[in-house]
């Protein structure tokens, strides 16, 4: 098992331009989270799918930010327009269907907006 | 909203050394506690969980203390290697029917001199 993959793992952007993040979570896992980790805030929950639907985004800190998972292998999340503030690194997240257990996460993306 | 407090921020423990990590949670609905592991440029990684009905759950140098009525859990680490020095988060999930979503507390970083 590949465990859950991201891309990329490092991301230089200038303010103002869009940035997509990728996530592909692991086969047979039905719920994906999107966080983000800073020094200030720690981890935060910013959107999480279950079964390919969102089903809480209270988490997303604006408009600029959107999430979308088309299908059981793939999400991504977007920031148009990026901002410095932005800067982060981005985990996404996947668990098996059942009882709580534990998350797998991927090796984040870390953003930089310049 | 900060559900789980976390502490101590940073600690530092001298080889062969018990490292203790603290946590308390305000939601008495928290069913599920498991420990994440999270060494630099890698996202966390499940360490150990534990669910109210037992007060201990140890696995190798790994042990979590639960005291259900203080609404505390603590992580120990005996005999601290360099290699154990991360960062650590406890969390906390709701019950699996309400969403089932990880709260994390704010980490703590571990440092371990040899």
């Known amino acids: 098992d590949a465990g859950v993959i991201q891309s990329p793992r490092h991301e230089v952007t200038e303010m103002g331009q869009e940035v997509t993040l990728r996530c592909k979570p692991i086969?047979?896992?039905?719920?994906l989270f999107w966080y983000r980790q800073t020094m200030m805030r720690g981890l935060e929950l910013l959107i999480y799918f279950n079964n390919n639907v969102p089903i809480d985004d209270s988490g997303m800190p604006e408009d600029r930010f959107s999430a979308k998972m088309p299908n059981a292998s793939f999400s991504t999340l977007k920031i148009q327009p990026s901002e410095p503030r932005d800067s982060a690194v981005y985990f996404c997240?996947?668990?098996?269907?059942?009882?709580?257990?534990?998350?797998?996460f991927g090796s984040g993306t870390r953003l930089t907006v310049v | 909203q900060q559900q789980v407090k976390q502490s101590p921020q940073s600690l530092i423990v001298q080889k062969g050394g018990i490292s203790i990590i603290n946590c308390a949670y305000e939601n008495t609905a928290f069913d599920y506690f498991p420990w994440y592991q999270q060494f630099p440029g890698k996202g966390p990684a499940l360490l150990i969980a534990i669910r109210p009905d037992v007060s201990e759950k140890k696995e190798g140098r790994f042990t979590i203390s639960f005291n259900k009525s203080a609404k505390q859990f603590s992580l120990h680490i005996m005999d601290s290697q360099p290699g154990d020095s991360a960062t650590y988060f406890c969390a906390a999930s709701i019950p699996f029917n309400a969403g089932n979503m990880l709260t994390f507390g704010g980490g703590t970083r571990l440092m371990v001199k040899p």
């Open positions: 997240a996947s668990r098996p269907p059942g009882p709580p257990g534990g998350y797998t």
């Open positions: 086969s047979g896992h039905d719920y």
